[in-house]
């Protein structure tokens, strides 16, 4: 059974204040509409080890964990290959997928 969560918000933008974290808020209340208990809410760097050390960390600890950030078409997006390297796994992705990034949003 779920019952705590975690939000991974990745990205350096968010750290230097180029742009404000919007989805955390909304994860938080998301949470708490279904029950669960919202244990942490991170803000990483656009960083391979530090997605890979945060990913396995909070998958250890919390029932789920949700990444916000970090996809997009800019050279430091490395979120997707970061998490297959958290979970030791291959990353296969699908070309309409890499061609429209949106379509793996929530």
């Known amino acids: 059974?779920?019952?705590?969560?975690?939000?991974?918000?990745?990205?350096?933008?968010?750290?230097?204040?180029?742009i404000v974290d919007t989805n955390s808020p909304?994860?938080?209340k998301f949470c708490f509409s279904l029950g669960l208990d919202l244990?942490?809410?991170?803000?990483?760097?656009?960083?391979?080890?530090d997605i890979v050390e945060a990913v396995r960390r909070m998958s250890g600890r919390y029932d789920i964990v949700v990444t916000s950030g970090g996809i997009g078409p800019t050279h430091d997006d490395i979120t997707y290959p970061s998490i297959a390297k958290a979970y030791a796994i291959s990353l296969n992705m699908k070309s309409k997928f890499l061609e429209k990034p949106n379509l793996l949003q929530v």
Do not use: S, Y
């Open 1 to 18: 059974m779920i019952q705590t969560a975690a939000c991974l918000v990745i990205g350096d933008e968010v750290l230097n204040g180029k």
């Open 26 to 28: 909304w994860f938080a």
């Open 39 to 49: 244990k942490r809410v991170e803000v990483i760097p656009d960083d391979e080890g």
